[in-house]
């Protein structure tokens, strides 16, 4: 939904003319030095305004209440933050906080859905000024502004889905087909991108837009496969579900140095997935069906198939098929027990449609998917285990291929630490075709987003000890570690040194919790600690 014309580089090269601008006083005061050893640059504004893009992706595919929540809260965050910035004269000249509105503006939440219909009332009549703005009233944490607010969204949805119910009774044509936008449209009556942007502005209103299910509207003008095969595996034409790519990003799925892992898998995956079947056809070619997440444990191989699902299909739970314990079923058991994961999906939620892609995750993929053949060699197995897992292996494979239709268009990611063990037929082309190495993180500066990721929470909560300055711990903490943490190591190093600062505030003030809120606060040499720590659990890993 933000305009291609102003994608995060450019905002970035921005933010490196302003710094590379910025004045700061040659005579600060105790109080400046305070701020700014605190970590207030235009830098730390522009990932509050990253965070605020985020919550507004969410906003816009699934409407969610805790997004707009999110949003607020981040926007009262860039405006506290500009306005310390103003008292350093850095940056200053920048309205941060107008560009956040106009963030929202764009996603289609205006100031009065924002501050006014549930979030709180916004302070004007120069009541109370913060550098010029008039400020915003703090989103009432009470129990009571929430039920408001739940109250009004409910009103606001049921009164559009009783004027889009008149609508279809009406048989009003342009309404009609506006809801289909993504829905393999008839050659004839594409719509054009007018009206497909006019559609999408409801996305985030949990109106089901995307692929309205043709049941209920009679099913002559939108077609969709009663089955679906190799063939036609893709979802349709979908510039709602394209467009949300966006969202796949690392710091939304809260991981970090994956950033060219998530491009490949949006261009080999997601891109197919959603585009015009017909130009699919010309280009000779099918979604692809399979994805492989293979690498060393901790990386992120998980968290990404999570991702992946969440935001590909967010209306229908994605399956996880757990390799060892599902193949406790399969000794003794039929063929069916794959057929079954595959012919019932779960049912999709409110907002979907019966099309809704179905993911199915073979976490530990190896423990189901070995060898065939009975040979000891490669891993593959004798004997009743080593039947049912050929069976398993043909079962995928004769799915995968298309051989037998399904009822839903389906993608399967299969996870592994030991891609070797696999049967090869499973990783030729059209089974689990895109192959992508999760590796552990290569360098310092992988190293230092993941560590960004961990602690960038406490470091906006005001959790890192003054004096500490956060950019510089962070290029200190990735330069310190070896090679051998991977992302769940770094995540667990932050989980330690939050316990350190946890144990010193709670020994510090056991009988004030107020006392204790304030006081517990993280020290560069918690994080040292629990580099120390983690190693050590590391090496007796080993
Ligand atoms: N690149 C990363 N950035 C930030 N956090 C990460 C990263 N990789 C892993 N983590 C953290 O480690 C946790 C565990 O990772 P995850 O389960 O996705 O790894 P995995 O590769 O699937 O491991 P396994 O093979 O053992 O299942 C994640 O939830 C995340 O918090």
């Known amino acids: 939904f933000f305009a291609p014309s102003s994608p995060r580089r450019r905002r970035h090269a921005q933010i490196e003319r302003l710094g590379a601008k910025a004045e700061r006083p040659t005579e600060l005061t105790n109080q400046e030095k305070a701020n700014l050893t605190s970590g207030k640059t235009p830098e730390s504004i522009q990932r509050l305004l990253d965070e605020l893009e985020g919550y507004l992706d969410i906003y816009i595919c699934k409407g969610t209440k805790v997004s707009i929540v999110g949003a607020l809260e981040t926007l009262q965050k860039i405006q506290k933050e500009e306005g310390e910035l103003e008292l350093l004269n850095f940056g200053g000249k920048v309205d941060w906080y107008a560009r956040g509105i106009q963030f929202c503006k764009n996603a289609g939440l205006d100031e009065a859905r924002l501050f006014r219909d549930g979030y ?3 302070e004007t009549g120069g009541k109370e000024k913060v550098g010029g703005k008039a400020t915003v009233a703090s989103y009432g944490n009470d129990v009571n502004d929430r039920r408001k607010d739940v109250e009004l969204r409910e009103e606001f949805e049921a009164k559009l889905k009783a004027k889009q119910r008149q609508q279809q009774d009406n048989k009003l044509k342009d309404d009609f087909t506006d809801s289909f936008v993504g829905l393999n449209i008839p050659k004839g009556e594409e719509k054009g991108e ?4 006019k559609a999408e502005k409801f996305v985030g209103l949990n109106i089901p837009t995307k692929r309205q299910s043709p049941d209920r509207v009679g099913g002559e003008d939108v077609k969709m496969p009663e089955s679906y095969t190799s063939q036609n595996m893709g979802l349709g034409y979908s510039p709602s579900l394209l467009k949300s790519s966006s969202l796949f990003t690392g710091s939304n799925l809260g991981l970090g140095g994956v950033d060219d892992i998530l491009k490949e898998i949006k ?3 997601w891109i197919p997935l959603s585009t015009p079947p017909e130009l699919l056809d010309q280009l000779g070619v099918t979604p692809v069906r399979g994805l492989l997440l293979h690498g060393p444990p901790g990386c992120g191989k998980t968290a990404i198939a999570r991702g992946l699902a969440g935001i590909l299909s967010p209306h229908r739970p994605m399956t996880v098929v757990a390799g060892p314990e599902i193949m406790q079923k399969f000794v003794g058991a039929s063929e069916e027990t794959i057929r ?7 049912p999709v939620m409110e907002g979907g449609d019966k099309h809704s892609l179905h993911v199915i995750v073979f976490d530990e993929l190896d423990a189901i998917a070995r060898k065939r053949g009975g040979g000891t060699a490669g891993g593959a197995e004798q004997g009743e285990a080593g039947m049912a897992r ?40 059209g089974r689990f075709e895109v192959q992508i190495e999760v590796q552990m993180p290569e360098g310092k500066k992988e190293r230092a987003e993941i560590f960004r990721v961990h602690t960038e929470k406490m470091f906006m909560n005001d959790r890192i000890a003054k004096g500490v ?3 510089d711990l962070i290029e200190e903490l990735s330069g310190t570690i070896s090679e051998g943490f991977s992302g769940a190591a770094i995540e667990g190093v932050c989980r330690s040194a939050a316990s350190r600062a946890l144990e010193r505030a709670v020994d510090g003030c056991q009988e004030d919790s107020a006392k204790l809120l304030k006081m517990c606060r993280l020290e560069r040499k918690d994080f040292i600690e629990a580099i120390e720590d983690v190693a050590k659990a590391l090496g007796e890993g080993d």
């Open 120 to 122: 709180g009332e916004r």
């Open 194 to 197: 007018g009206e497909a942007g």
């Open 267 to 269: 261009r080999r995956v």
């Open 340 to 346: 079954a994961i595959f012919d019932s999906p779960p």
């Open 390 to 429: 050929d069976s398993v292996v043909n079962q995928l494979l004769a799915t995968m291929d298309g051989v037998r239709p399904l009822a839903v268009p389906t993608l399967v990611v299969g996870l592994t630490n030991r891609r070797g063990l696999i049967d090869s037929a499973l990783l030729r082309p």
């Open 469 to 471: 300055v956060y950019s």
